[in-house]
T-cell receptor
Framework: GAVVSQHPSWVICKSGTSVKIECRSLDFQATTMFWYRQFPKQSLMLMATSNEGSKATYEQGVEKDKFLINHASLTLSTLTVTSAHPEDSSFYIC??????????????FGPGTRLTVL | AQKVTQAQTEISVVEKEDVTLDCVYETRDTTYYLFWYKQPPSGELVFLIRRNSFDEQNEISGRYSWNFQKSTSSFNFTITASQVVDSAVYFCALGRQAGTALIFGKGTTLSVSS
């Protein structure tokens, strides 16, 4: 089946630094990828929709200057948390839509990245 | 508005008990998709099932079964003879037209004790 990877799986950083998280579709092409954030014991909340070759679409309340998204190829999207603060500590999950499934929309989720900002 | 409600926050059962997780959704779309995911403590979402809005057939997969009823906008999930390994958070999600993100319910934490 289709596989989505994320790197790193966990990261600890100091307040004020920037962290880049990669999301890759390993065996399929994805024009659209989604970034979700999940706080402890809460549900997944959509942060932004990443489209290959164009600007990401951010959900209301998500700071686009703080969460930079780049979708430079059909298999890679990156999320950069700039000037991270402790409140950005969360579990970040990406998903990728498989073009090949046509109308039967299928999204595959990455394993997530746990970010801890000290 | 698109919305998914999982009214049960936490459920605790003893092994071998059957358990049903409820999911109620709201959408004005005529075509939509419904999903169930399992999230074990590791955090990785495990896909369980996808159901299209025009397919109301119930499905059984081993100890898992799903009951989709458009008339009540529900997509309930039953685990038969639960096991400790079933302990996890279960999310119901709604997908709109192709290419859009999923809308997740708040999740139900299932604890199965031996």
């Amino acid at each position: 089946g289709a596989v989505v990877s994320q790197h790193p799986s966990w990261v600890i950083c100091k307040s004020g630094t920037s962290v880049k998280i990669e999301c890759r579709s390993l065996d399929f092409q994805a024009t659209t990828m989604f970034w979700y954030r999940q706080f402890p014991k809460q549900s997944l909340m959509l942060m932004a929709t990443s489209n290959e070759g164009s600007k990401a679409t951010y959900e209301q309340g998500v700071e686009k200057d703080k969460f930079l998204i780049n979708h430079a190829s059909l298999t890679l999207s990156t999320l950069t948390v700039t000037s991270a603060h402790p409140e950005d500590s969360s579990f970040y999950i990406c998903s990728a839509r498989d073009l090949g499934t046509g109308w039967a929309d299928t999204q595959y989720f990455g394993p997530g990245t746990r970010l801890t900002v000290l | 508005a698109q919305k998914v409600t999982q009214a049960q926050t936490e459920i605790s059962v003893v092994e071998k008990e059957d358990v049903t997780l409820d999911c109620v959704y709201e959408t004005r779309d005529t075509t939509y998709y419904l999903f169930w995911y399992k999230q074990p403590p590791s955090g990785e979402l495990v896909f369980l099932i996808r159901r299209n809005s025009f397919d109301e057939q119930n499905e059984i997969s081993g100890r898992y079964s799903w009951n989709f009823q458009k008339s009540t906008s529900s997509f309930n999930f039953t685990i038969t003879a639960s096991q400790v390994v079933d302990s996890a958070v279960y999310f119901c999600a709604l997908g709109r037209q192709a290419g859009t993100a999923l809308i997740f319910g708040k999740g139900t934490t299932l604890s199965v004790s031996s």
